[in-house]
């Protein structure tokens, strides 16, 4: 048999054995585990254990709890408040608390009627000398914020949610969640220590204690003052 036969004889039993493999079914599994069924639709084992999504809540969420910044007037001149002047407050009508917010910490019984968290700074706009809980995201230029009294000087020292490191450093106690079924915005309640930065000014709003004196008393009016005028 020539090479040329050889070959060809080659090629189709290749061929042969392909077509048969390929029409062949395909052999039971013998002698392992058999393959589990699929469970039917109607089995318990076909409905799926749900995926959770339960974790813990972010930082800062309106769910709580977050700080309540004790914040009135600019004009009013009380400069620190005590946790037991809030209960004092409260109980005569004269704390304010923002709608939607319980007070977890300290315990309090208000009776005034609270207003919206968004509104208060309104609101001691018209009554500088209005007390009121407000969330730290909330607190604008036009909100000046009472720290909690603490053992320095004149109450000094006690925490601050935006005064100096140390003060921010203290563990505030006064805390509120929110109430059941309100809705807060996250950004009013969000608050982060780090973020916060503190500017001191040294000295008086004017050095030279005479500036009221030349600019008014002996005339020369405002405008020799800002012009740089010195005075003896």
Partial sequence: ??????????????????????????????????????????????????????????????????????????TNLKATIAIDDLATLAGSGK?????????????LKPTAPCIAANQIAAAIGANQNLIALLPSGLVEPATKVMPIAGDGPFGLFGPDLFGDPKARAVPYPVLGTASAGATLDPAWTAYDASSVWTMTAIGSLCADRGAARQAVTLAKGWDWVFDGGTAK
């Fill in 1 to 74: 048999m020539n090479a040329r036969l050889l070959r060809t004889l080659s090629i189709v039993v290749a061929l042969v054995m392909l077509v048969a493999g390929c029409e062949s079914p395909r052999p039971s599994p013998s002698g392992g585990v058999s393959p589990t069924p699929a469970p039917s639709p109607t089995s318990p084992a076909s409905t799926a254990a749900p995926t959770s999504t339960t974790g813990p809540a972010p930082t800062g969420t309106a769910g709580g709890p977050f700080p309540l910044a004790v914040v009135t007037g600019l």
């Fill in 95 to 107: 704390l304010v608390l923002p709608c939607g917010v319980t007070v977890n910490r300290p315990a």
